[in-house]
């Protein structure tokens, strides 16, 4: 656009209309794809923590079905809920300790 003196358009440069056009629609072109790039991620990393949330809601449930269980056998015997050793495993004595027949002192006999 040409303007005169006072400021008004007086004419219209309309080679110069389609290379503006173009860097308009070039400008918004680069937003939308930003736009359509930031939603994308924006959808995966929705879908990441839904399936978090899914594992973490079926681990809540298998915890809350085992307190469940252990209430009810607590409840059944009194008992159950005291700690227990585990097995009991025989003394390991070392080799100098252990006597055997030949270690015996027949001295003491007579």
Known sequence: MVRDADGKINTVR?????A???NEFLKEHHTVQELKSAASKQEAT????????AKQEATAAQQQTEIK????????DPFS?????GPTLAPVWPQSRMMTPGSLNHSSRA
């Open 81 to 85: 809920s005291r700690w227990h050793p």
């Open 14 to 18: 309309y080679e110069a209309v389609n």
């Open 20 to 22: 503006m056009l173009l």
């Open 69 to 76: 269980t252990l209430g009810r056998r607590s409840a059944r």
């Open 46 to 53: 929705i879908s990441a923590l839904k399936s978090t949330v």
